[in-house]
């Protein structure tokens, strides 16, 4: 099996159940204000990593964090994985300026998701 490598865990999602006190608190933690500030995500960037946060788990409906693998090819490496045993519980779709996104669980359940920008 010929596989497409990634460029590691750079996104991290996390459902939060109050918005406003989740800004404060990782606004504290990382020691800077969001990038991205709106009703619906509130992201972060810090030493290379983004941190988002998603009120009530978004329309995903997460209630743990999701880590993120950037990857070079949206479509090969969820096909990879769930040759492996996998499960895709989103297909690859666009999230907004070019991102795309796509999750799937593997044999316990956990979530995992890959991203591409283009």
Do not use: C
Request: negative net charge; aromatic residues 6%; charged residues 15%.
């Amino acid at each position: 099996m010929t596989t497409s490598a990634t460029e590691g865990i750079k996104t991290v999602l996390h459902p939060v159940s109050d918005l406003a006190a989740a800004k404060e608190k990782y606004t504290a933690l990382l020691g800077a204000p969001p990038q991205a500030d709106g009703p619906y995500y509130v992201g972060f960037d810090a030493a290379g990593q983004h941190i988002g946060l998603v009120p009530a788990g978004g329309p995903q409906g997460m209630t743990s964090p999701v880590t993120y693998w950037h990857v070079p090819d949206i479509e090969a490496k969820p096909a990879e994985v769930t040759a492996a045993g996998a499960t895709v519980t989103e297909q690859a779709h666009d999230v907004g300026g070019g991102r795309l996104v796509a999750t799937f669980t593997d044999p316990d359940g956990n979530v995992l998701g890959v991203l591409q920008d283009r």
